[in-house]
T-cell receptor, first 110, second 112 residues
Framework: EDQVTQSPEALRLQEGESSSLNCSYT??????LFWYRQDPGKGPEFLFT???AGEEKEKERLKATLTKKESFLHITAPKPEDSATYLC???????????FGTGTRLKVLA | DSGVTQTPKHLITATGQRVTLRCSPR?????VYWYQQSLDQGLQFLIQ???????AKGNILERFSAQQFPDLHSELNLSSLELGDSALYFC???????????FGPGTRLTVL
């Protein structure tokens, strides 16, 4: 069964304390892996798309990487405004379905 | 603002009723997606349309149906509502299937 698992469920960091969020997936075929940021009560906001193992994307303090089994979202020197839930999703090849993980709730303390 | 609009913002109804949620995609986007988000199940993919045609189907119940019209707006119809259908319903759009999705603000449905 296609599955996406994110860890940890919740993470508290001090401002400036770098860390990584994990997204592991088991799917029959991967068409693409997506990272989104979601603030409470709002729709998810697109961050990155990764298509093949070894690919990396960067945006400000965020960097996403992809292997054949998992993706990492690295947060360097986070600020309080980075506090949000980070969602990982995969699109499966063949059926084109999207499967979202349950997210990592990140809290960055000043 | 993502450019995706959803109406209504809030909807309160009773069990057994039927409701329609509406979504207008970003200008130029041909693909529309519907998701359900509840506290215990996270974001669940329901269905995707591309240029008026159904493209992919997720965990959409038989009581739910959707369509995309020639002007590319989409509607999600929920019938025989149950308490468990209470959730946030998001619409998203993209230029084409597989591209990054832009989400609307959501419709919060409460079934009493």
């Amino acid at each position: 069964e296609d599955q996406v698992t994110q860890s940890p469920e919740a993470l508290r960091l001090q401002e400036g304390e770098s860390s990584s969020l994990n997204c592991s997936y088991t799917v029959s075929g991967l068409r693409g892996l997506f990272w989104y940021r979601q603030d409470p009560g709002k729709g998810p906001e697109f961050l990155f798309t990764l298509y093949s193992a070894g690919e990396e994307k960067e945006k400000e303090r965020l960097k996403a990487t992809l292997t054949k089994k998992e993706s990492f979202l690295h947060i360097t020197a986070p600020k309080p405004e980075d506090s949000a839930t980070y969602l990982c999703a995969v699109q499966t090849s063949g059926t084109y379905k999207y499967i979202f993980g349950t997210g990592t709730r990140l809290k960055v303390l000043a | 603002d993502s450019g995706v609009t959803q109406t209504p913002k809030h909807l309160i109804t009773a069990t057994g009723q039927r409701v329609t949620l509406r979504c207008s995609p970003r200008s130029g986007d041909l693909s529309v997606y519907w998701y359900q988000q509840s506290l215990d199940q996270g974001l669940q993919f329901l269905i995707q349309y591309y240029n008026g045609e159904e493209r992919a189907k997720g965990n959409i119940l038989e009581r739910f149906s959707a369509q995309q019209f020639p002007d590319l707006h989409s509607e999600l119809n929920l019938s025989s509502l149950e308490l468990g259908d209470s959730a946030l319903y998001f619409c998203a759009s993209s230029v084409a299937p597989g591209n990054e999705q832009f989400f609307g603000p959501g419709t919060r449905l409460t079934v009493l």
